[in-house]
């Protein structure tokens, strides 16, 4: 375990790099752009907003800072990680994999062009610049499956083996379940491989706790949107992921059945997300309703990561908390961009933001 | 038509032209006054879909940038390329008053979440919400292009009406009439003269 010793010591310096409450509120009072950026300039993420050159607005620099500066953190978490230690990494870090090859994916069915599909990643370290770059030039489909399964990528298989049901619909909800299903299918089984952080300590480990977390809120999310578009989907287990503690299928299929969103959520709050889900904001007309019940169940999944991270310091709590604190930063700091660009109100904005320090 | 020689042929030659001329100018003024009709029914529908669509582009853009703020420009181009398509959009004419109007037809522009091509539980509700705003005012952009279209073929279509009917009103009826006139004085003229002349000759063979 002194791997994780390492680890954790090593986020705990990183972990002072976020932005304190002070830089916070300072931003958020700030009303232009020019100031924002400004005030960027002076934090951990001014380099990266220097390296951004050329003529582009303030908000797309910004933008490409943050996006820079996920990918160097992600990266840099797998370079200071070794043994069980990388193996947990690469688990947390697969769920932005499995969106880098769905993008990758993506682009290639829809003709865009490699170097449209390389901007629109988010590389995680697992991957080099090189091989996604490979990856983004495939011609189809099987061409890229049949690559990954050459470089042993854990995804390369269930993707090839999905490829003849999507022959024929082409329909690449198909391919992106078998690798969403496939992840959180890994994630479990390398559970098992992996000892638990400290086995002296009580209670819940928190690596399985935020694989079964981000089902139970995914599982939660997939039926609320299928309530608020009326879809009535074919194989109603198709689009729910397996390993889930919270919602069973038949809670999962009781939310499904209520005729209204708001009906929707009261059916959902009879879980362990009654507090959360109680707490929600009156839907305003200005942005959409169900973008802010996901920053709430987001909001759950930090709460109960930073919880862990207390309780068992030397765990794998500070690695899936600093995590989720870092991508709440960047999400809440392009909030407060997008929101001067357009005009977005305080009050909505207060919505989607996650002050907590 | 000027050096029109007065007699009795081209008078009733002019005569139907005058009453052709008029029935134009009737027909005319039917045509504007159905078109006006028309138009201001239109109207109404314009200034309203126009007003849908500056409401539906201003909640595209907050749901887009809700978007952009909560999944990053990454995720939510990666969302496009998913959801990109085709547009089914059918244009035909009909015909009004001799008009030709497009008619704009589209179908199946707003999709639900598990329509745009990717597995909407790993799309963002937010990426999904802006997508969803998008496809609606794309169709708004449609409606107010069929609106308009017509609006304006027919405003363009009364103004030419207006310009033939004083056309016809002040340059050709004016211009028939006063050569009916120059051409009956003519006549009537020459009827004097042979008149006069019968009653010399009728004096001189006395």
Known sequence: MSDLFYLNTRLHAMRAQLLSRREYETILALPDLSSIAAALRESPYGQFIESTGGEVPEAARIEEALRRNVSRTLSRLLAISSGDCAEGVRIVLGRWEVQAVKTVLRGIVSGASPAEILSSLVPTGLHDEAALEEMCRQADPRALAELMVTWREPLGRPLLRALPSFREPRDLAILESAMDRCWFEQAAKRLQEIQPSSPWADGEDALPLFVSLSVDTTNLMTVLKEVVDRIVPGNPDRHLLPGGRIFDTNALDRIRASPTLAEALQEAGRSLFLRPLATLPAPAKEIPFLAVVERQLDRVLLRASRGLARVDPLGWGPLVSFLLDKLREVRNLRMIVRARLVDLPEAELGHLLILEY | ?206
């Open chain 2, 1 to 206: 038509m000027t050096d029109l020689s007065p007699s009795r042929m081209n008078l009733l030659l002019l005569k139907d032209r005058e009453r052709a001329a008029r029935g134009a100018l009737e027909l005319l003024r039917s045509k504007r006054e159905a078109l006006a009709r028309e138009l201001f029914a239109i109207a109404g529908q314009a200034v309203a879909t126009r007003g849908a669509l500056e409401e539906t582009i201003r909640r595209a853009t907050w749901a887009l940038a809700v978007a952009l703020g909560h999944e990053g420009r990454a995720d939510v181009e990666s969302a496009a390329f998913a959801a990109r398509r085709e547009i089914p959009v059918s244009i035909s004419e009909r015909s009004f008053w001799g008009i030709r109007v497009p008619e704009i037809r589209w179908q199946g522009i707003v999709r639900s979440a598990d329509a745009r091509g990717y597995s909407f539980p790993g799309v963002a509700s937010a990426t999904q919400a802006a997508a969803r705003e998008f496809e609606k005012a794309l169709q708004a952009v449609l409606e107010v292009v069929a609106v308009e279209t017509r609006f304006k073929k027919i405003g363009a279509e009364i103004g030419k009406s207006t310009r033939r009917i004083n056309v016809l009103n002040e340059v050709i009826l004016p211009g028939l009439r006063t050569r009916m006139r120059t051409i009956l004085l003519a006549l009537e003229e020459r009827e004097r003269e042979n008149v006069f002349r019968m009653k010399r000759f009728k004096g001189r063979t006395r």
